[in-house]
């Protein structure tokens, strides 16, 4: 059994799956939840028509990130387990196989993909390139 589980969780309905597949499937292990702040994501707002983002876009992205851990956090406390969080910044897939290699984790454990529209399409290719370059376990939650 893994002794540390890495969790990509972004919020959506798929990490949150992913989360709890990872609490109860590995309960003595311990579980770090990773949001990463792609920069690229940040310099056009979908939500605003496709215009780019106003300066303080990464204090934004920030507040997201804790917004995400907060629900990540939750979760785990209603599963009673313990679970720590870290954001990290850049090109999703990398941090995360990064932060895997950086801190001896065991096991990833993410979502096929990630929010929907434009981001769904990305995330889906996150999944994709950890599943292709890690040389951990993945477990891919659809």
């Known amino acids: 059994m893994p002794g540390n589980v890495l969790v990509a969780f972004d919020g959506s309905p798929l990490s949150e799956r992913a989360l709890t597949y990872a609490i109860e499937t590995f309960p003595d292990a311990a579980i770090t939840s990773i949001y990463v702040i792609n920069p690229l994501d940040s310099v056009i707002d979908v939500e605003a028509g496709g215009l780019p983002v106003a300066e303080g876009w990464y204090e934004n992205a920030k507040e997201q990130a804790r917004r995400i851990h907060t629900t990540a956090a939750d979760l785990a406390a209603e599963l009673d387990a313990k679970l720590d969080t870290v954001t990290e910044v850049g090109k999703p897939a990398g941090a995360i196989l990064e932060y895997a290699t ?41």
């Open 102 to 142: 950086d801190h001896d984790i065991d096991q990833i454990v993410m979502g096929s993909h990630g929010r929907s529209g434009i981001d769904r399409a990305l995330l889906g290719s996150v999944a994709e390139t950890v599943t292709r370059r890690a040389r951990i376990p993945v477990t891919i939650i659809s």
